[in-house]
């Protein structure tokens, strides 16, 4: 079928099975509800889904490349290799979502909250996480450069393996995160809280590599 352009502002689809909708590109579903709906490979790109309600829907392969999403309820959602390039998920509730594998580049999720959040694997270049709340976050193998991580909240965040190359992370707070192997080359760290990370073959902006905790 083909949603493209279709007007379901508001409309209640919880639960919905939507895979067969593969085109609902630029639809508008600003305010709608979608708990738990299924929306596995469907192609959202350019759509109004503003304050939407997604928490725990399935959108594994979704193509979402310049939607708006902003103030929108993703918790628990599966966003498994989504494509979110481009997108405004400004003051987004992430808390707990699967992003594994995803494409955000160039994504602004300014003041996001990503607690719990997996986002391992995932490319986040030249994206704004600015003043995001990520406490507890997986983002093993993730790859963020040039991102603004400004005010960001990493507490006992996993960033094993996570390359932060060229990323401002100026006020930041590590603290007890994990950052083993992780490469921080020519990040800006400026009163960034690291107390009690883990610093284990960790890459620092200088290019030297710490091997302690």
Not at 147 to 153: F, G, K, W
Not at 158 to 185: G, P, Q
């Amino acid at each position: 079928a083909n949603l493209s352009g279709a007007n379901l502002t508001g409309a209640c689809l919880r639960g919905a099975n939507l895979r067969e909708e593969k085109r609902m590109y630029c639809a508008k579903l600003r305010g709608a509800s979608l708990h738990k709906a299924d929306m596995r490979g469907v192609n959202l790109a350019g759509a109004d889904l503003a304050r939407v309600d997604l928490s725990g829907a399935n959108l594994t392969d979704a193509t979402l490349r310049e939607v708006d999403l902003s103030g929108a309820n993703l918790a628990y959602a599966n966003l498994t290799n989504v494509y979110l390039t481009e997108a405004n998920l400004a003051t987004v509730n992430l808390r707990g979502a699967n992003l594994t594998n995803a494409k955000l580049e160039r994504t602004n999720l300014a003041e996001a909250e990503m607690s719990e959040v997996n986002l391992s694997g995932a490319l986040l270049s030249d994206a704004n996480l600015s003043k995001v709340e990520m406490s507890r976050a997986n983002l093993r193998g993730a790859r963020l450069p040039r991102t603004d991580l400004s005010r960001a909240n990493l507490r006992e965040a996993n960033l094993t393996d996570a390359e932060l190359v060229d990323c401002y992370l100026a006020r930041a707070d590590l603290m007890d995160a994990n950052l083993t192997n992780a490469i921080f080359i020519r990040a800006e760290l400026s009163s960034a809280n690291l107390a009690g990370a883990l610093l284990r073959g960790t890459v620092m902006p200088d290019g030297k590599v710490h091997d302690y905790d």
